[in-house]
């Protein structure tokens, strides 16, 4: 157990609301990572940060935004939610961008 | 483009016997892979990895192959265990990025 969690674990939206997933880490960890994961696709990366205020894209980050105020917090928002985006999201963590990261519980997401 | 692929999606063997795993990328410049599995409804945990200037790396019943010129590595996995039935998805990473590439994914079913 890496000290990873997520929430929520679970979450049925309308097309059109906001969301915001929220990941939570108490390793002080300084890269975390937000992915998807959809069948026939794997898990696709959409933002990361590398430390505190400093994130980037992944490569499929549009829709979606992110912000880091504190190392321990990673928020994922989708501003207006669509059916696309209905997935299993995971937070990861890594001490080094290089190093193994470790993945959250994961957030099932349904946009109806 | 998919720079990480694992051809086969799915592939059941009879506990006791060698699972073997594999997975292709394009990106001559990846020089660092993990291996990780993923229980339904829990977030993937880290297996293995295997840096670029080695072809081999063994942790137990798991040992990871690296091809650098076919760009393709595998994963055995010797005995099978009903318990190592999983998706197992690899990744990819090259120096200087502070993010990993995965695969699709294989779904590993091992019969007892």
């Known amino acids: 157990d890496a000290g990873i969690t997520q929430s929520p674990r679970h979450k049925v939206t309308e097309t059109g609301t906001p969301v915001t997933l929220r990941c939570h880490q108490t390793?002080?960890?300084?890269?975390m990572y937000w992915y998807r994961q959809d069948p026939g696709h794997g898990l696709r990366l959409i933002h990361y940060?590398?430390?505190?205020?400093?994130?980037d894209k992944g490569e499929v980050s549009d829709g979606y935004s992110v912000s880091r105020s504190k190392t321990e917090d990673f928020l994922l928002t989708l501003e207006s939610a669509t059916s696309s985006q209905t997935s299993v999201y995971f937070c990861?963590?890594?001490?080094?961008?290089?190093?193994?990261?470790?993945f959250g519980p994961g957030t099932r997401l349904t946009v109806l | 483009d998919q720079q990480v692929k694992q051809n086969s999606p799915s592939l059941s063997v009879q506990e006791g016997r060698i699972s073997i795993l594999n997975c292709d990328y394009t990106n001559s410049m990846f020089d660092y892979f993990l291996w990780y599995k993923k229980y339904p409804a829990e977030g993937p945990t880290f297996l293995i990895s295997i840096s670029s200037i080695k072809d081999k790396n063994e942790d137990g019943r798991f040992t990871v192959f690296l091809n650098k010129s076919a760009k393709h590595l595998s994963l055995h996995i010797v005995p099978s265990q009903p318990g190592d039935s999983a998706v197992y998805f690899c990744?990819?990473?090259?120096?200087?990025?502070?993010?990993?590439?995965f695969g699709t994914g294989t779904r590993l079913k091992v019969l007892a």
């Open positions: 940060s590398y430390g505190v205020k400093d994130t």
């Open positions: 990861a963590i890594s001490l080094e961008g290089r190093d193994t990261q470790y």
């Open positions: 990744a990819a990473s090259k120096t200087g990025t502070y993010k990993y590439i």
């Open positions: 390793e002080n960890h300084r890269y």
